[in-house]
């Protein structure tokens, strides 16, 4: 690994939510929650060891203050949890993908939560007022997907997007070469995209 790679991604690991949908997001952020969870609940119980080392007993300020920092570890513990559930696009896949995106506005490893489910989209491509995706979960739920999805995208005044979620890596290749053909009003690309990170994990 390079200087210059191993540099960028430190910066990603601390920023992780500025480089959501990068390639290797999921990755990266199950490190990033992992290390920030641990942090968390390492200074609560340092707090309350110290409080209890200089006081002799647990009735202190610093155990106070320990338990209330438990608040944001436990926060931190449950988003570790949702990223570790996540598997992220493989790297055979981003690999072969990479050369069919030409000058196409594409996201990586989107986890769309609902209250039943999560969405795993590996892959998106947006172009217009349509949204292409590959998941390889080949049981992936298309139609309840694209149900949680409308709701979302009128809410940010995007109207008739058009979606779908391939399984199949060949056809979903496919289709990105055709979205680069295709002939289509590329302004409303960077709302739509805005919209669809402010909505993943």
């Known amino acids: 690994m390079s200087k210059k790679s191993g540099i960028k991604g430190i910066f990603r690991l601390f920023s992780a939510e500025a480089y959501k949908g990068g390639e290797g997001y999921i990755r990266t952020q199950k490190i990033y929650e992992v ?74 490893d989107m986890a769309f939560t609902s209250y039943s489910r999560t969405f795993e989209v590996g892959h998106m491509a947006v172009k217009g007022n349509i949204v292409c995706g590959y998941s390889e979960k080949k049981d992936f739920p298309e139609r309840e997907f694209q149900a949680h999805l409308e709701p979302i995208m009128k809410a940010d005044s995007h109207k008739n997007v058009t979606v779908k979620v391939f399984t199949d890596l060949e056809k979903y290749m496919e289709r990105l070469k055709q979205l680069q053909a295709l002939e289509t009003e590329n302004g409303n690309t960077e709302g739509m995209i805005q919209t669809l990170k402010s909505v993943v994990l």
């Open 35 to 108: 290390i920030r969870t641990v942090l968390y609940f390492g200074i609560s119980l340092s707090l309350f060891a110290a409080g209890f080392i200089t006081t002799g007993n647990r009735l202190n300020l610093l155990t106070v203050v320990a338990v209330l920092g438990c608040l944001p570890a436990s926060k931190s513990a449950v988003s570790m949890i949702m990223f570790l559930r996540c598997r992220g696009l493989s790297r055979e896949a981003a690999t072969q993908l990479g050369p069919c995106e030409g000058e196409l506005a594409c996201l990586y």
